[in-house]
């Protein structure tokens, strides 16, 4: 947890993305249409990932389920505008979001009681259930055919919304980490027989982290409805949405602030390189890349960077060890 | 439904229930001992459905034959990757074992995918549509072999898990890591056993399904997923528990997929939150290996 | 040792009535009466397996007794869950220690502060100082920016405790705080929790090193399967022939004795 001033890690961490934003809102006019929906992708990404980072990295519950409020999201942005009423995107979106953290609520008090594995497959039933419900509830999302919303094509507008959301993202978890709301979650996922006894509702908190986890994953499914324009159950609660949110915060640090962002970019990254290269192949050097870094670098790559610079100051020496400790610690001799 | 109908279907049951068991003893005992849910176990399962089918098509092996090889292999290849991989993150949090067996399941699906080609494949012998026919229900004789083999193979693991020496060490660490380790056990060894054992049943299981149904490179994750809820229906006590579990999810499974199928996924899902919420110690589970 | 206790008209804190805790078959507390007065320390003995951290357990909320009825400042607490009991004043330690591995000592105790009793009008920042407050109480300064993990078990201890101070609490309970100390580390123990005492906190401490328990404690309360079988001073208590032939022994009594009135 931060210091209350800024320390020289905040400012370089704030100058970097800075920088960042500034390169990203003049970009558009620099790239192909095809370059900006995969830049647009990796935001999506970014703002999934960072709803599961409140969840699975702040409170320490590995969700493996938001892909089925991604969907929900998708469908309410959708049928609300198909609906006679025509409602507008944003408010659509809205509505969408606020109807996946509601859910969130009611599924979360029951199945946040689970531990561990049966919580992660808990959700992850929740999810193929949303999706099955979709593909039969004909009468309302028009079941596997699925449901097309209007088309809007300019890619720069998908674009400027997600970075817009994304920065929202990025501050509301800097609030949050600073509340007493993060304090409490890293005292769950601490331990959560010492945080009720310290007079924290563990299940207060973690529904709340379950459903702003929602409320993320929803509107990134609503921008990617609207960019889509044909939206099937199939392809809105597939599993690979919830791994790769989950990758990209684990690649890019769990419990941090710009982890999510940093490790949505890597995978992006990584996977349109891969998938360029290794069109067959890719999902064995993903999966080879998931286990490289679960075993050398659990915690991510944000530690990696704050860590150098304390090494570019001084202050800590570098050693390849430290790689090899975790891999260490985690072993059984 | 009708009695003929329903007798079918409960036949289908049966037998299914068999290969079942078989692919979930070997979840359940690594989930038991080592505190692992692989998800890649599927993926093994698969491993051994190839290899009896190429070994059949190529080597023109009797696919009976190709199941004791494939357990060797496969126990082979479950021995390394344990001892490469998976021990690794043994006392990791448990999100890191679950991608990391997660990106092991990706790994090798795709490769099975990329030199086998995703067709559906199956393995078809002359005694393939050879059955037994007691009065209106129908039993075929593959089937009928796949389950004895099946509980057999269960049956096996369940004596070598109780009289032999490495048996009770698997056991004994999984009741107790410290006071195994006093005793002389050597943890990563047995922890690797333990693994290669898994992989060998998910193997031989495999093989038995390329008899059964036709096969592509994503059998595997339908097994893992019935694996997991077998485990929690029957608990992770013992070898019974297991069996009891793979009948009860049969049965469940058959029927649900007779009346409802496109609702069959989430059915089985939504009894399964609810078990995990009322019971999660399964129907008659305890909490370690015994 | 006096205490106030003793002499002026005793306000009760917190009332246990038959609390009875059932595991299947097997009662770990059977209908267990107790007064905690204000302003005491409450020694608690007894064999292990007796039911002291039981009787904890469910006074916190962590567990809930099969029966009985349990009052803290006049209110019910039987049934309310722990965090809200830690908010009305009650803390507890642990007795194998349960600190907030990945963060560092002074965000631990700083959760506590956040929380706990004196929580709600404190923002994150008021309770970073009032945790640098407890962790200057405690000796724990110099470890603030150290991660729970790193530390030494007295330190450890250390920091169990500065968590459920930090939540001031008015009735703290001590869950064995001694274990695995030396017998330095236990002297300044029992000067840290005669301290906190002083402060104006109630305690009830389990222990078995039975010099600090003889050294601190207003009145002892023992244990034996489930039940509460001597409570009192402690001088007559260590002569009770119960006392002695459950727990203490002939020869240890007289020590115990003896170790009593160099006081």
């Given at each position: ?51 599961w980072n409140?969840i699975g990295g702040f409170t320490g519950y590995a969700a493996f389920g ?48 689970l531990k561990g594995h049966y919580f992660a497959i808990a959700t992850l ?61 890293v005292?769950i996922r601490g331990d959560q027989e010492a ?44 599993l690979?949405?919830t791994l790769?949110m989950i990758i990209a915060t684990i690649i890019g640090g769990t419990g941090t602030?710009?982890g999510?962002?940093?490790g949505?970019?890597?995978y ?15 999902p064995t050097v993903l999966g080879f890349i998931i286990i490289v870094f679960i075993i050398f670098l659990p915690r991510g790559l944000m530690p990696v960077?704050?860590g ?11 050693r390849w060890q430290a790689l090899l400790a975790n891999v260490r610690a985690h072993r059984v001799t | ?21 078989l692919v979930a003893l070997g979840f359940s005992l690594v989930w038991g001992i080592m505190n692992i849910v692989n998800l890649s176990h599927g993926a093994f399962v698969v491993l051994g ?22 357990m060797v292999v496969l126990f082979l290849v479950g021995f390394v990757v344990q001892r490469v991989l998976i021990n690794q993150v043994i006392r990791a949090p448990l999100l890191a074992t679950f991608l990391l067996t997660f990106g092991l399941e990706i790994l090798i699906v795709n490769l ?45 693991t369940a004596?070598f898990l109780r009289?032999t020496r490495p048996g009770r060490a698997i056991r004994a660490t999984g009741m107790d890591i410290d006071a195994a380790r006093l005793t002389g056990v050597k943890v990563a060894q047995i922890y690797a056993l333990t693994f290669a054992i898994g992989t060998s049943l998910a193997g031989a299981a495999g ?13 595997g994750g339908?097994y893992t997923q019935r694996a997991f809820v077998i485990c929690v229906?029957g608990g992770l006590g013992d070898v019974?528990n297991v069996?009891?579990g ?30 995990l919420?009322?019971?999660p110690q399964g129907?008659?589970g305890k909490k370690f290996y015994a | ?95 194998v220690v349960k600190p907030l591995r990945q963060l ?43 991660l729970a993990a790193d530390l030494?078990l007295?330190?450890l ?107």
């Open positions: 947890m931060p210091e209350q001033r800024p320390t020289l890690r905040q400012w370089i961490g704030l100058t970097v993305t800075g920088l960042v934003l500034i390169g990203m809102l003049i970009l558009p006019g620099y790239q192909s249409p095809y370059d900006l929906l995969t830049y647009t992708r990796f935001l999506v990404l970014a703002l999934m990932a960072q709803g409140l938001n892909v089925g409020f991604f969907g929900v999201g998708a469908y309410t942005t959708g049928l609300l505008m198909l609906s006679k009423w025509h409602v507008p995107f944003f408010p659509a979106l809205f509505s969408g979001a606020v109807l996946a953290g509601l859910i969130a609520v009611l599924i979360g008090l029951p199945v946040l009681r039933g929740v999810a193929e259930a949303f999706r099955q419900i979709a593909d039969t509830w004909d009468s309302v999302t028009q079941g596997s055919t699925g449901i097309d919303l209007p088309v809007r094509t300019d890619g720069e507008f998908f674009y400027y919304s997600a970075l817009a959301f994304v920065v929202l993202g990025i501050l509301v978890t800097i609030a949050l980490k600073r509340s007493k709301i993060g304090y409490a979650w005292a945080a009720k006894m310290l007079g924290i509702n563990t299940t207060a908190m973690k529904v709340l982290a379950f459903a702003f986890s929602a409320v993320f994953a929803a509107i990134a499914g609503g921008l990617t409805a609207y960019q889509n324009i044909h939206v099937t159950p199939g392809d809105f609660f597939q690979e949405y790769q602030i710009l999510p962002v940093l949505a970019g890597v992006q990254l990584l996977s349109t390189y891969v998938w360029t290269r290794f069109l067959e192949l890719h960077l704050t150098s610079i304390d090494v570019l100051r001084g202050r800590r020496r570098f | 439904m009708n009695p003929v109908e329903f007798g079918q279907i409960a036949v289908n049951a049966v037998l299914l229930s068999g290969i079942l068991a459905a190839y290899l009896t089918f190429y070994l059949h098509e190529l080597v023109g092996l009797d696919p009976f034959i190709t199941i004791p090889i494939g099975v995918n990329y030199f086998f080609k995703a067709d559906l494949r199956s393995v078809t012998t002359r005694y393939t549509g050879a059955g037994l026919s007691l009065g209106p229900l129908r039993i075929p004789y593959i089937r009928l072999a796949a389950l004895f083999i099946s509980f057999a193979l269960v049956a096996v004596v009289a093989s038995l399904l390329s008899m059964i149904v036709p096969f592509d490179p994503n059998l339908t229906l019974g069996i009891l793979a009948i009860l999810y049969a049965f469940v499974d058959v029927f649900v997929g007779a009346r409802l199928p496109e609702m069959s996924q989430a059915f089985t899902f939504g009894v399964l939150v609810l078990l919420i009322l019971r129907i008659a | 040792m006096e205490a106030a206790a003793s002499n002026a008209p005793a306000e009760v804190l917190l009332q246990a009535r038959a609390v009875t805790k059932r595991f299947g078959g097997v009662a770990a507390l059977q209908g267990v009466d107790l007064d905690i007065r204000k302003g005491e320390i409450l020694g608690v003995i007894g064999p292990n397996g007796a039911g002291k951290t039981t009787f904890v357990n469910c006074i916190s909320g962590l567990d809930r007794p099969t029966s009985g009825t349990i009052l803290f400042k006049g209110r019910e607490i039987t049934k309310m869950p722990s965090y809200a009991i830690g908010r009305l004043g009650l803390a507890r330690t642990f007795q560092n000592v002074i965000d631990n105790v700083a959760i506590g502060a956040m929380f706990g009793a004196g929580g709600k009008r404190r923002t994150t920042g008021q309770a970073r100082e009032r945790a640098e407050q407890v962790l200057e109480q405690l000796g724990l300064k110099h470890r603030r920016e150290h030494t007295p330190d201890k250390r920091l169990e405790l500065a968590k459920a101070l930090a939540m001031d609490p008015e009735l703290l309970f001590l869950d064995e705080v001694m274990a695995g100390l030396n017998p330095t580390e236990v002297e300044r123990a029992m000067q840290m929790i005669e301290a906190i005492n002083r402060a104006g906190v109630t305690l009830f401490v389990i222990e078995h090193v039975m010099k600090a328990i003889m050294g601190i404690s207003d009145r002892i309360v023992v244990l034996h399967f489930g039940k509460k079988i001597a409570e009192g001073d402690p001088g007559q208590v260590i002569e009770n022939p119960q006392v002695i032939e459950a727990y203490l022994g002939e020869r240890f009594a007289k020590r115990a004795k003896s170790a009593l009135h160099k006081k």
